[in-house]
């Protein structure tokens, strides 16, 4: 009954700025943890950036500095602000959600957004 949707991807040159959104929606009790994660073409998923229920930050080193993750409690909705994109951060990038519902904690998965940094 939980949903994950993603929104904000698209084509960017080095250098440039892309802000993607996930909203969650459903019968949620409580959201405790929000992150980005995001696959390039024969790479392994990895984590982009996560934020707990207090405001609490992660980053990957590669992204520290750039990008900026936020949320807004009353949408439901976190954010990636990506700043001084790089070649290297084309990917698509999911949105991953630790959700409780009346049933229990579940982990939840965005559809992935393609974003694309080229000259």
């Known amino acids: 009954q939980v949903q994950l949707v993603e929104s904000g991807g698209g084509l960017v040159q080095p250098g440039g700025s892309l802000r993607l959104s996930c909203a969650a929606s459903?019968?949620?009790?409580?959201?405790?943890?929000m992150g980005w994660y995001r696959q390039a073409p024969g790479k392994r998923r990895e984590l982009v950036a996560a934020?707990?229920?207090?405001?609490?930050?992660n980053y990957a080193d590669s992204v520290k500095g750039r990008f900026t993750t936020s949320k807004n409690n009353a949408k439901n909705t976190v954010y990636l602000q990506m700043n001084s994109l790089k070649p290297e951060d084309t990917a698509v990038y999911y949105c991953?959600?630790?959700?409780?519902?009346?049933?229990?904690?579940?982990?939840?998965w965005g559809q992935g957004t393609q974003v694309t940094v080229s000259s």
């Open positions: 991953n959600a630790d959700i409780s519902d009346p049933s229990g904690e579940y982990d939840y």
């Open positions: 934020i707990t229920s207090g405001g609490s930050t």
């Open positions: 459903g019968n949620i009790f409580s959201i405790y943890t």
